[in-house]
Nanobody
Framework: QVQLVESGGRLVQAGDSLRLSCAAS????????MGWFRQAPGKEREFVAAIGWSTRATAYTDSVKGRFTIARDNAKNTVNLQMDSLKPEDTAVYYC?????????????????WGQGTQVTVSS
């Protein structure tokens, strides 16, 4: 049984940094494309970042480029999202997702497994 468990979300101030972690069980993160998505109140879930089978293959949505970094820790079987220079518009529930495929995809329908999410709130 596959489980993805996110952690690290909390209330921070604008300009702060935060690192989210996604612990996987039932799958090996090095064999999946792993992604982070977020959903703000009243909005659809949107793509944030993804990392492919090769650690050199990453993708980010434009609004987080240069501020967020996705990385995989194969030894711990986790995927992390380092978020720097946080803005109030980054406030959302952040979800970890896994895709059984090599290509980086940004659509939610392309991902097979999802975590329950962790709340990130950025105050101004």
């Amino acid at each position: 049984q596959v489980q993805l468990v996110e952690s690290g979300g909390r209330l921070v101030q604008a300009g702060d940094s935060l690192r989210l972690s996604c612990a996987a069980s039932g799958l090996t993160v090095s064999s999946y494309t792993m992604g982070w998505f977020r959903q703000a109140p009243g909005k659809e879930r949107e793509f944030v970042a993804a990392i492919g089978w090769s650690t050199r293959a990453t993708a980010y949505t434009d609004s987080v480029k240069g501020r967020f970094t996705i990385a995989r820790d194969n030894a711990k079987n986790t995927v992390n999202l380092q978020m720097d220079s946080l803005k109030p518009e980054d406030t959302a529930v952040y979800y970890c997702a896994a895709r059984n495929g090599a290509l980086l995809r940004t659509g939610t329908a392309n991902y097979d497994y999802w975590g329950q999410g962790t709340q990130v709130t950025v105050s101004s």
